[in-house]
């Protein structure tokens, strides 16, 4: 009979000790995952504040920082997720004995699932590595609109279309290459493109003065109206040229055609 009694208090020791040893390998791996969410919320916090400072330094419009809030928040929502099945696993493995009641039912599969989602950090860094480029790079840049357009106009004409083009060449170049890069992630290019009325004057009853007005829609129209459309108007002649720009060196290097 003592024989039998060693061996039985033996097998719940033993069994008591493996039980101690996974509770602590689960609270040492959620340590480890919780640190790494933690980690890539401060990259997200430091992006979002680096893309602040470029708006206040009118480096990116508002259109461009609202694009990297959204990106960056589909990835902040992910990791509170992770964050909140973080805390409860930590409730869990408080108390031994809650922990090795729902050690095969709760803690196992959730860490499992914590795990696979730690371990696809690399994908996320590259990730966070061109949304964090892409900040850097961004910022406005001047051109001279006199060395295009005539006093009024609002079209390119064919003999400074390829002077715009060395012009514009700089910024299509970048934006390939940018693309070319980060090529495994859907990306799409913003260009705010502000034009500028010149200080010639719109004379009223011109011919300038009733092409605004048709484009207006409008019988007549203030000073400021006037100047807006104008600007309006030539930049969409600068993302036309630009456009045309970028297709013929996409042809030229053969990107595909779903590139944007």
Avoid at 138 to 152: Q, S, V
Avoid at 191 to 196: A, H, T
Avoid at 244 to 255: E, S, V
């Amino acid at each position: 009979m003592k024989n039998i009694i060693i061996v039985l208090t033996a097998g719940i020791l033993l069994t008591s000790c493996v039980g101690n040893k996974k509770i602590a390998a689960a609270k040492q791996k959620l340590q480890g995952i919780e640190a790494q969410v933690q980690k890539e919320n401060t990259e997200i916090q430091l992006m979002n504040r680096e893309a602040d400072t470029k708006l206040e330094e009118n480096k990116i419009d508002s259109i461009i920082l609202g694009k990297i809030d959204g990106r960056l928040g589909k990835e902040k929502v992910k990791l509170d997720a992770a964050q909140f099945k973080v805390d409860q696993l930590t409730n869990l493995l408080q108390d031994k004995k809650t922990a090795k009641k729902n050690y095969k039912s709760i803690i196992v599969p959730v860490l499992d699932s914590l795990q696979k989602q730690s371990d696809k950090y690399a994908e996320r860094l590259a990730l966070y590595m061109m949304i964090k480029e892409g900040i850097n790079v961004a910022d406005f840049k001047r051109f001279d609109l006199a060395a295009f357009f005539g006093p009024g106009k609002y079209q390119i004409p064919e003999d400074k279309i390829d002077l715009a083009a060395r012009a514009f060449e700089p910024v299509v170049d970048s934006l390939i290459k940018f693309s070319n890069k980060y090529n495994q992630y859907p990306r799409t290019a913003t260009l705010v493109i502000l034009g500028f009325a010149d200080g010639t004057g719109i004379t009223e009853g011109g011919e300038l003065y009733y092409t605004l007005l048709d484009e207006l829609r409008k019988p007549r129209a203030e000073k400021e109206e006037l100047n807006q459309k104008l600007s309006e108007l030539r930049a969409d002649e600068l993302i036309r040229q630009m456009t045309a720009l970028y297709l013929k060196k996409r042809k030229a290097l053969r990107i595909p055609k779903n590139l944007k």
